[in-house]
């Protein structure tokens, strides 16, 4: 079978978007902001989350080493401004999804993005 050589060249364009998700840089205070939010909006009520208070719950996926997963819910590319979205309003994102709506703010959600990013 002959190579095409188009096809190789875009599949090779879109290994880095494949790439373990790495927790950027970010501001200390806005790390631990996030992590009092996970603890407010009571995340960890079905979320186990390492370094939050009372988040040993076993009804959805463990948050451990977050920032090193490549996805978000198996479809959204594990990015700060996704996974601030998917924290917001889930539903428009993946709509049927089981991740409920918890009235979370643009800015508090992505807080608690840079905290769950931070993760490795």
């Known amino acids: 079978m ?8 875009a599949w090779l364009a879109l290994l880095p978007s494949c790439a373990l ?4 840089p ?3 205070q806005r790390i631990e902001r996030g992590r009092a939010l996970l ?14 208070a009372s988040a040993g719950g076993g009804v959805a996926q463990p948050l451990q080493r977050w920032g090193r997963r490549s996805y978000i819910a198996g479809r959204l590319p594990n990015r700060a401004e996704v996974l ?12 049927g999804t089981l991740m409920p709506s918890m009235g979370v703010a643009p800015a508090d959600a992505q ?5 769950l990013l931070s993760l490795e």
């Open 84 to 95: 601030a979205q998917w924290i917001a309003a889930p539903q428009a994102l993946v709509p």
């Open 111 to 115: 807080a608690m993005a840079a905290y």
């Open 2 to 9: 002959p190579c095409d050589f188009r096809a190789v060249a």
């Open 21 to 24: 998700v790495t927790a950027q």
């Open 39 to 52: 603890t407010q909006y009571q995340c960890g009520s079905c979320h186990t989350i390492p370094g939050v």
């Open 26 to 28: 970010s501001d200390p």
